[in-house]
Nanobody, 124 residues
Framework: QVQLVESGGGMVQAGGSLRLSCAAS????????MGWFRQAPGKEREFVAF????????YYADSAKGRFTISRDNAKNTVYLQMNSLKPEDTAVYYC?????????????????WGQGTQVTVSS
């Protein structure tokens, strides 16, 4: 069992930056691959970024490439999402998720555990 708690959301102007954190409980955090997803009002939840259990492999949605960076610190049981050059269309609730296995990193049903989300609002 893994519990995930996101933090770091808030309101920022377009062009600004935020760093989201996702703290995980349990001693097996390093065995989970992690993903960040987001859901805007009236839209489906969508994939943002993925990082393997070791941190050696990362994968991004096209909308995140070049602006967002996912990283993890297994000693702190935490995964991060650094978001730069934010745009109004990045406004959403951001969720972190954990999985033990799976093929496509963007495939939502492959994730076993989800956090409660943190709101990110980007004003123009």
């Amino acid at each position: 069992q893994v519990q995930l708690v996101e933090s770091g959301g808030g309101m920022v102007q377009a062009g600004g930056s935020l760093r989201l954190s996702c703290a995980a409980s349990g001693r097996t955090f390093s065995s989970y691959a992690m993903g960040w997803f987001r859901q805007a009002p009236g839209k489906e939840r969508e994939f943002v970024a993925f990082i393997s259990w070791s941190g050696g492999n990362t994968y991004y949605a096209d909308s995140a490439k070049g602006r967002f960076t996912i990283s993890r610190d297994n000693a702190k049981n935490t995964v991060y999402l650094q978001m730069n050059s934010l745009k109004p269309e990045d406004t959403a609730v951001y969720y972190c998720a954990a999985r033990t296995s799976g093929s496509y990193p963007y495939y939502l049903p492959s994730y076993d555990y989800w956090g409660q989300g943190t709101q990110v609002t980007v004003s123009s």
